[in-house]
């Protein structure tokens, strides 16, 4: 193990992880809200919305991020679809992660009770406000640790945009490597980033998902 | 919209042996991921403390870092110590391990699941504690795991596009030979993904094959 080395070079490792974490931030945000717009069109009353809910679900799902991620980067600009590589990274991975949210949500909701539902409809509340009073207050709660489990795969998955260059912790990772022919202290450095991030992320879905229970 | 998908035909051949070594890549990734995940899963649980502790700590590593990062270190890091693998050996060594890894942990909690009857009723029988565990409760625990342990595989399929990057190559590689030729992203990325989405269908098929027979034979 070169410690010298390492030394020399973590602050590279630090401003990266700054980026990852942006980039898992935005992309956590961003796959909520496609999660929350997948969830409600495959619950829609109305077929055609089930059916794009269904498709964007298998579609995503059934091929690798990856793939969707150049296809966006190096495939958009002949659609007229011009990003920087950051941009594409968050857009990619978070409609990506979005498809897994939207099973996940769906899970949650209809894991409730169907008689909370008859209940509040015989009492004579809308379906929507069915949904807003009734369901969903309980639903969140489930979503909350099935919730985690995706971000903490999206985490690891922004390892990805390295394959885009963004400089990111893995994409700095592979450079050193390249540089320094030290494969195994650049994984040291960069995994251990990666398992604080992990870490506090897990620590805090555990405190919300504790805060969340009711009794 | 600068779309001409009439460049595909000339090099379908060069993506569909593309294809044919994701196949590849993945089944013997799995394999190694299934048997690895099974000694892992023994180790995990019965090793004693000298062995069991160094291992949680280095499944706990794959666990916590991502997959991509995991291949530049075997890739690379092989080289460092003096073994020179071929990409392709590199890329299904680093899929088997990190999958093996999840589906340790499917399998430990099922061998836990497996009633303790059958254990005390094996050495009652006069079977060493090895002997019960190979023959009566780890195939019963791996019966009951085959249906998550297909969801990994199915992930594992997605998740070999990366040995793409360390140069082994597969669809997503022989896209981007086809790409640097034709400078027509959008068209074979999109045909690598439609081929990616073919053969995961075909995956859960087989997927739901194998679940309908553990189901009758229970």
Partial sequence: ???????????????????TIQLSVLTTLLGLACGTLGAMARLSRLRIFRMIGAVYV????????????????????????????????????????????????????????KGQTEAARTVGLSRFQTMRYVILPQAARL???????????????????????????????????GSTYKPFEMFMISGALYMIIIYATGRGITWLDRKARIV | MNLDFTVIPAYLDVVLLGAVW?????????????????????????????????????????????????????YFGLVQIGIDLPAFVAGVV?????????????????????????????????????????????PQAVRDVIPPIGNNMIALLKDSALVSVIGVSELTLSAQLAIGRTYRPFEFYVLAAVVYYVINLGMEAVQRRIERRIAAAR
Wanted: proline residues 3%; charged residues 10%; hydrophobic residues 60%.
């Fill in chain 2, 94 to 138: 680093g899929l088997g391990l990190h999958f093996a890894v999840y589906n340790s942990e499917l399998i430990q909690t099922s061998i836990l699941a497996v009633d303790r009857g059958q254990m005390e009723a094996a050495r009652t029988l006069g079977l060493s504690r090895g002997q019960a565990l190979r023959k009566v409760v780890i």
């Fill in chain 1, 1 to 19: 193990m070169d410690f010298d080395l390492m030394l020399r070079v973590y602050p590279f490792f630090i401003e990266a992880a700054w980026i």
């Fill in chain 1, 143 to 177: 979503m909350i640790r099935p919730l985690g489990v995706n971000i903490n795969a999206l985490i690891k998955g922004t390892a990805l945009v390295a394959a885009i260059s963004v400089v990111e912790l893995t994409y700095t990772a592979q450079r050193f490597i």
């Fill in chain 1, 58 to 113: 298998s579609v995503f799902r059934g091929t690798p991020a990856l793939i969707q991620l150049f296809i966006l980067y190096f495939g958009g600009p002949q659609i007229g679809l011009q990003l920087d590589a950051f941009t594409a990274g968050v857009i990619g991975l978070g409609v990506n992660i979005g498809a897994y949210m939207t099973e996940t949500m769906r899970g949650a909701i209809i894991a409730i009770d």
């Fill in chain 2, 22 to 74: 994701t196949i590849a890549i993945t089944v013997a990734a799995a394999l190694l991921s299934f048997v690895g995940g099974i000694i892992f899963a023994v180790v995990a649980l019965y090793a004693p403390l000298v062995v069991r502790l160094p291992f949680r700590l280095f499944a706990w590593l794959f666990m916590g870092t991502p997959l991509l990062l995991q291949l530049f270190l075997i």
